[in-house]
């Protein structure tokens, strides 16, 4: 992954994320759901599923098949 690619995924994840809380049961991930509602629009709006940036990952495609 490039450096501009990977400043805009940071970027990216930042704006959807505003707190990791974790304990020994459990990781919560929490951020604005405004945010994540305008993500997910403009996706749509577009037809894709995944990023552009994380088009390598793919669930089932890891060392726990």
Known sequence: ???DKRAFARAYVQALISDVTVSD???RISGPKAALL??????AAKGE???S????WRARK???L
Do not use: K
Not at 53 to 56: L, M, N
């Open 1 to 3: 992954m490039n450096t």
């Open 25 to 27: 049961r459990e990781v």
């Open 38 to 43: 305008h993500q997910t629009a403009m996706f």
């Open 49 to 51: 599923l995944v990023l």
């Open 53 to 56: 940036f994380a088009q390598e």
């Open 62 to 64: 890891d060392s726990n």
